[in-house]
Structures are given as C-alpha cells and as structure tokens.
T-cell receptor, first 110, second 114 residues
C-alpha cells in the first residue's frame, strides 16, 4: 500500500518568515494530494490540494508543489502569521483511498 | 451547507466495555470514511463506505471493531470490547464521490479507555 512520510514533525518560524513542509509518497498511482490544517481540538480542514496533472498551485499565501518523478510534494506558507500555528497533514490519494502523513506542528512566533 | 455531524463528542469507558459512535455525513455525499487519530499522529483510515457498501476495511481490527451504513446515509462505528490502545479521536469524513474529491471532516469523538 501507499506510504506517506512527512517532515519535519515540528517547525518554528518567526512571524513573517516562510514555512515549508515536505511529504514523500511511495505509490506512483497516487494522483490527488490534499493538505489539511488541524487546530488544537478541532477537525482537519482542507487548505489546498493538487492533482497529478499540475506541478504547482497557489492560493494567496499558501502554495503546493508536486514532483511526480521524485514522488514528493511540499506545502509553502509565506508571510506566516500567528494564526497559521496548527498541525498540518499531507495526504496522498488514489481512487478510494487516502493515506495521511504523520503531521507537522507549526508554531509561528510573534 | 450543514457539516458532518458526530456524536458523542467525548466518551470515557473502561477496558472491555463496548462503545458506539454515530456519524451523519453531508447530505448527498456518497462516500463516508471512519478514521482513528491517535494523539500526535495522522488520521488512519479504518473503513470506507460508498453508499451502503464497504469499499475498504483493510485496516479495521475486525475482531473488535465493526461499522455499518445500512441505508447509505448515517453510519455507526462500534468497538467491542475496548482496549487501552483504542484511546483516540475517531473522525468521520464524507465526500461527494470517491478519491480525488475533498473530504469534509466531522468534529470527532474523543474516546478514553481506562
């Protein structure tokens, strides 16, 4: 089955700096890659996603890049703000199945 | 639109007891997922339904866990008997179709097994 690895597990940045979280996957058939943000005690919420026919997608301060050859994708958050502090999960999906990474706890220091 | 509903929000039981969780997906969503999220880890898929049929239950510990979605709408997940290692948040999610579409998560049920 699919194996998704996520790094780093924790990340601290100063407010205004950028944050990058990386995920790798093992199954080349995976074709949908969502990123979720989970605040403490709350449900995961989709913040951005990318499909395998696209190399990059951007939504305001958030962007995701995908390298199908290397089987890795990354989340980029620019101009970080304290409210960006949360746990971020990547996932890889093919057909009916979703596999999640282990999460990155991001802390933005004011 | 109304979101995914789950109940109860919290449950504390002793080991070897039974517990059941309920999920009502977003109206019209054919696919329903149950995940187990242990503290500090990502969600792990337990079972996936497409309407009232099981699509994937390969990671469901079938000796103690069961789930059903009889009418293809709401679903229940049961644990009988519970073990200490079952302490986790149980998340229900739904999507309009199968993979490749956004999953919407419910608030989760936090289970503590003593």
């Amino acid at each position: 089955g699919e194996n998704v690895e996520q790094h780093p597990s924790t990340l601290s940045v100063q407010e205004g700096d950028s944050a990058v979280i990386k995920c790798t996957y093992s199954d080349s058939a995976s074709n949908y890659f969502p990123w979720y943000k989970q605040e403490l005690g709350k449900r995961p919420q989709l913040i951005i996603d990318i499909r395998s026919n696209v190399g990059e997608k951007k939504d305001q301060r958030i962007a995701v890049t995908l390298n199908k050859t290397a089987k890795h994708f990354s989340l980029h958050i620019t101009e970080t703000q304290p409210e960006d502090s949360a746990v971020y999960f990547c996932a890889a999906s093919f057909g009916n199945q979703f596999y999640f990474g282990t999460g990155t706890s991001l802390t933005v220091i004011p | 639109e109304a979101g995914v509903a789950q109940s109860p929000r919290y449950k504390i039981i002793e080991k070897r007891q039974s517990v059941a969780f309920w999920c009502n997906p977003i109206s019209g969503h054919a696919t329903l997922y149950w995940y187990q999220q242990i503290l500090g880890q990502g969600p792990k898929l337990l079972i996936q339904f497409q309407n009232n049929g099981v699509v994937d239950d390969s990671q469901l510990p079938k000796d103690r866990f069961s789930a059903e979605r009889l009418k293809g709408v709401d679903s229940t997940l049961k644990i009988q008997p519970a073990k200490l290692e079952d302490s986790a948040v149980y998340l229900c999610a739904s999507s309009f179709l199968d993979g490749g579409n956004e999953q919407f998560f419910g608030p989760g049920t936090r289970l503590t097994v003593l």
